[in-house]
Each structure stands twice: as C-alpha cells, then as structure tokens.
C-alpha cells in the first residue's frame, strides 16, 4: 500500500501564490506517473497536471503559464506551484500516483480564492 498526503492549500487573494505539496509514504519501491486533480463544489474532477517519472509534464489549458509541477523522486513527493490564482481555481485539490499498474489518491486539500 501506497498512502498519499497532501499539504499546503489554504485561502489566498486572487493574484496570489501557493505551493503543494503530496508526500507518498509506505510500501514504495518505483512511483511511476504523479498527477494533480481539481474538483469545484458540483464539478467533475478534472486533471490539472501531470508529471513522469523522468519529468515530463503536461497541463490542463486553463492552468499552462500559471501552474508548475515538479517532484522529487529521492522523496517520493510532487509539487504544485500555483501563481496567479484566480476564483475559478477554488477547488479541492488532489494528488495521485502510480506504482506497479496501481493508482493510489490523497485524501486532498482545499484551496480557496478570493475576488
């Protein structure tokens, strides 16, 4: 089993910055593809971004120019560096993983954006 841990969300001003952080935790031994999910009150989860074992990323359009994901492989843990925030990007916000053909979710967390 593979447990995911987000952190770092809160309230911000439009304009504004955050970073998150997802830290994998317990039997790991190779995390593949880590992503970043979004999900608004009476949305669909929609994936944000998306990052390879190599680093290779891709971005949802509405975030390309505003939002970078990273990781650390040493660490098992990605990133979510988040600028420019804007209302519409309010949502909780989750992270996965993949390891041996198996998708493992955090329980996320909350990112608010004030007008």
């Known amino acids: 089993q593979v447990q995911l841990v987000e952190s770092g969300g809160g309230l911000v001003q439009a304009g504004g910055s955050l970073r998150l952080s997802c830290a994998a935790s317990?039997?790991?031994?190779?995390?593949?593809?880590m992503d970043w999910y979004r999900q608004a009150p009476g949305k669909q989860r929609e994936l944000v971004a998306t990052?390879?074992?190599?680093?290779?990323?891709n971005y949802a359009d509405s975030v390309k120019g505003r939002f970078t994901i990273s990781r650390d492989n040493a660490k098992n843990t990605v990133y979510l560096q988040m600028n420019s925030l804007k209302p519409e990007d309010t949502a909780v916000y989750y992270c996965d993983a993949e390891q041996g053909g198996r998708w493992y979710w955090g329980q996320g967390t909350q990112v608010t954006v004030s007008s």
């Open positions: 990052i390879t074992r190599g680093g290779s990323t």
């Open positions: 317990g039997s790991i031994w190779r995390i593949n593809g």
